[in-house]
């Protein structure tokens, strides 16, 4: 188990190179709505949940990988987080 | 031939034979079963009447996929009108344009969305309909509990089932539309009682078959899952919209509740293959797997039949407007050196088809065409939409209409058809039809863009990417980031464009028209 990762910024990375080239950073705030906001499809959703995965050494349940746990950096980044303890 | 009983009939005789075998199952609300259904039916109908519906009227359905919807539908033709389902999860600007556009004179609706609904409705200066709220879907619950509610206030009378005649309205399906406003295609009776006669004669449902209702209620794939359920008292397993993308608790879901007969788009069915983990589940049950609603990218395909060779395969081919009219059979395995898709096969056979060239005339088979369709399939029209509905036809001289697809097909010499492509700015995204130019129409309510052009370009793995061009009133360009969450404010999610480009200026052909080959270079 990797200790001290900032899972916040870990996801805002992913987000931006994969999903939002040439986008400002700052833009991605932690409140974002990713999914209900269009930013985030059900691919890109899928292939970030599949990169954590194997990244952090974690599984997420299906009943995880939905709206109600990913919409945002700040829930993404919790999850990932209480995943890895 | 006799005109056909109307669509709700399949429910009252599947009562009567099958009482308590399971109609609908909601994975984790519950299961009801024939008899219940046909009673919580009847007493939506009875409640639709006392609040004004009438036979040949139109019912709003805004809830998420539930038994309560379920029951809502029958319940709503049980009243001889037509329902319109619309997705719950598209913006409710739109939602109301659809409901107001058709002059429902009821709907039955979730609480989170009805006051929303009738503010939107009245923005556009309708008459607000009668609602039937329903606090929360699940399992009938919140239907039984609304009807409950209304009955002490007021009971309602019971009535008989309306018999509506084959050219009355069943249901009324919105697409997207090419000018930025969705349309309605009406669907009588015999339409959809002729297609769910041929999918029985065709797959021969059984009373313990399970089918999986996939496709949204608003998507003309539930027309299969939800009525030949029914006609053959089998169970229809809902599969909820918000989980209806997770490949894992698809192929869970096939495992657990031991589906028989599996319909989606294939998007889907590429996500299972590709995500679902098939071959560590037991899917034995599967009988049948149908999809439609788009090309199914062959490696995908492929991928699927060697994880899953013991069901039998259907590609099912056809626009709202005809429901399914052709269909082939694909038989596992797929040949390693297969590139080319699968042909859409033949004409069904309750409707008829032929290939025609610009002026309408008949094509040699062999040469590409586009593809008309008559017969009993055929809807009547588009809602209130004169001029699109007979463009929509071509009419030969003996007075027969032929719905054209827009779809350009090649008739090979043992009669299946090979899908060509489009004759215009149509594409089909997970299933949904999309008209480029709705998704330029809502990029155009943006107050920075001066010009929008979207184009579609095939993709190996998603079937089809949309590329949407821009350029600024005065050299301002909204982020990424902007931009999706504008688009989520005014298009499904479906339709949002996989990428945005800004340019300083849109190029332009000979004819100063927006030059989309040039475009279609830059994706």
Same mark, same amino acid.
């Given at each position: 188990?990797?200790? !001290?990762?900032?899972?916040?910024?870990?996801?805002?990375?992913?987000?931006?190179?994969?999903?939002?080239?040439?986008?400002?950073?700052?833009?991605?705030?932690?409140?974002?709505?990713?999914?209900?906001? !269009?930013?985030?499809?059900?691919?890109?959703?899928?292939?970030?949940?599949?990169?954590?995965?194997?990244?952090? !050494?974690?599984?997420l349940e299906a009943h995880e990988a939905d709206k109600e746990h990913l919409d945002t950096v700040h829930d993404i980044a919790a999850l990932l987080a209480s995943k890895a303890r | 031939m006799p005109a056909p009983s109307p669509l709700h009939c399949a429910l009252r005789e599947s009562a009567a034979r099958h009482p308590s075998r399971p109609a609908v199952v909601e994975p984790g609300s519950g299961t009801?079963?024939?008899?219940?259904?046909?009673?919580?039916?009847?007493?939506?109908?009875?409640?639709?009447?006392?609040?004004?519906?009438?036979?040949?009227?139109?019912?709003?359905?805004?809830?998420?996929?539930? $038994?309560?919807?379920?029951?809502?539908?029958?319940?709503?033709?049980?009243?001889?009108?037509?329902?319109?389902?619309?997705?719950?999860?598209?913006?409710?600007?739109?939602?109301?344009?659809?409901?107001?556009?058709?002059?429902v004179a009821a709907a039955v609706v979730e609480a989170r969305f009805a006051e929303r609904l009738?503010?939107?409705?009245?923005?556009?200066?309708?008459?607000?309909?009668? %609602?039937?709220?329903?606090?929360?879907?699940?399992?009938?619950?919140g239907l039984a509990r609304a009807l409950d509610a209304a009955d002490a206030r007021q009971p309602a009378a019971a009535i008989d089932d309306a018999m509506p005649g084959p050219d009355d309205l069943a249901y009324i399906l919105y697409t997207s539309g090419s000018t930025g406003k969705p349309k309605g295609v009406m669907l009588s009776h015999e339409n959809a009682v002729s297609f769910v006669e041929w999918c029985s004669d065709v797959f021969a449902p059984r009373p313990d078959d399970r089918l999986s209702s996939h496709a949204p209620f608003h998507f003309d794939l539930s027309i299969l899952d939800i009525h030949l359920a029914i006609r053959h008292g089998a169970a229809l397993v809902l599969i909820a919209e918000d989980r209806g993308k997770d490949p894992l608790h698809l192929a869970r879901l096939i495992q657990d509740e031991k589906i028989t007969i599996w319909y989606s788009a294939p998007s889907i069915?590429?996500?299972?293959? %590709?995500?679902?983990?098939?071959?560590?589940?037991?899917?034995?049950?599967?009988?049948?797997?149908?999809?439609?609603?788009?090309?199914?990218?062959?490696?995908?395909?492929?991928?699927?039949?060697? %994880?899953?060779?013991?069901?039998?395969?259907?590609?099912?081919?056809?626009?709202?407007?005809?429901?399914?009219?052709?269909?082939?059979e694909v038989v596992?395995?797929?040949?390693?050196?297969?590139?080319?898709?699968?042909? $859409?096969?033949?004409?069904?056979?309750?409707?008829?088809g032929k290939a025609v060239d610009e002026h309408g005339n008949p094509v040699a088979a062999g040469d590409e065409g586009e593809l008309c369709i008559t017969g009993r399939g055929v809807m009547q029209g588009y809602w209130m939409l004169p001029e699109q509905t007979a463009r929509g036809f071509l009419v030969d001289a003996d007075g027969t209409r032929w719905y054209r697809t827009g779809d350009v097909?090649?008739?090979? @010499?043992?009669?299946?058809?090979?899908?060509?492509?489009?004759?215009?700015?149509?594409?089909?995204?997970?299933?949904?039809?999309?008209?480029?130019?709705?998704?330029e129409a809502g990029l155009y309510q943006h107050p920075l863009i001066k010009e929008a052009a979207v184009v579609a370009l095939p993709d190996a793995d998603a079937g089809v990417r949309i590329t949407a061009f821009l350029?600024?009133?005065?050299?301002?360009?909204? @982020?990424?980031?902007?931009?999706?969450?504008f688009c989520a404010e005014k298009l499904p999610l479906y339709m949002i464009p996989d990428q945005f480009a800004w340019l300083d200026a849109l190029p332009r052909t000979s004819t100063d028209k927006t030059d989309y080959q040039r475009l279609k270079e830059f994706a």
């Open positions: 188990m990797e200790t !001290g990762i900032d899972y916040r910024q870990a996801v805002k990375d992913y987000i931006l190179n994969e999903f939002l080239p040439g986008e400002n950073p700052d833009n991605l705030t932690d409140d974002l709505p990713l999914i209900s906001g !269009g930013i985030l499809d059900s691919i890109a959703t899928l292939k970030m949940v599949l990169y954590f995965e194997e990244r952090f !050494g974690i599984v | 009801l079963d024939y008899r219940a259904l046909d009673a919580l039916s009847d007493r939506v109908r009875d409640r639709l009447a006392a609040l004004g519906v009438r036979p040949r009227d139109r019912v709003g359905l805004y809830l998420r996929k539930s $038994i309560d919807t379920v029951a809502a539908i029958f319940g709503i033709l049980k009243t001889g009108a037509a329902y319109v389902p619309v997705d719950p999860d598209a913006p409710p600007a739109r939602n109301a344009y659809i409901l107001h556009n058709c002059a009738a503010a939107e409705i009245a923005a556009l200066g309708g008459a607000v309909p009668a %609602q039937l709220v329903v606090d929360e879907t699940g399992g009938g619950h069915l590429s996500l299972m293959a %590709q995500f679902g983990k098939l071959p560590e589940h037991d899917c034995s049950s599967l009988r049948l797997v149908l999809f439609a609603g788009e090309v199914f990218p062959v490696k995908h395909l492929r991928t699927l039949c060697a %994880q899953l060779p013991a069901p039998r395969y259907f590609n099912l081919y056809g626009p709202t407007e005809t429901n399914v009219c052709n269909y082939y596992p395995p797929v040949p390693e050196a297969r590139t080319a898709p699968y042909p $859409i096969g033949r004409i069904c056979e309750h409707l008829r097909v090649v008739e090979e @010499s043992d009669g299946n058809y090979i899908y060509r492509g489009r004759r215009d700015r149509m594409v089909k995204r997970r299933g949904y039809r999309v008209e480029l130019g709705e998704i350029s600024s009133k005065d050299g301002t360009r909204a @982020s990424l980031i902007e931009l999706k969450r």
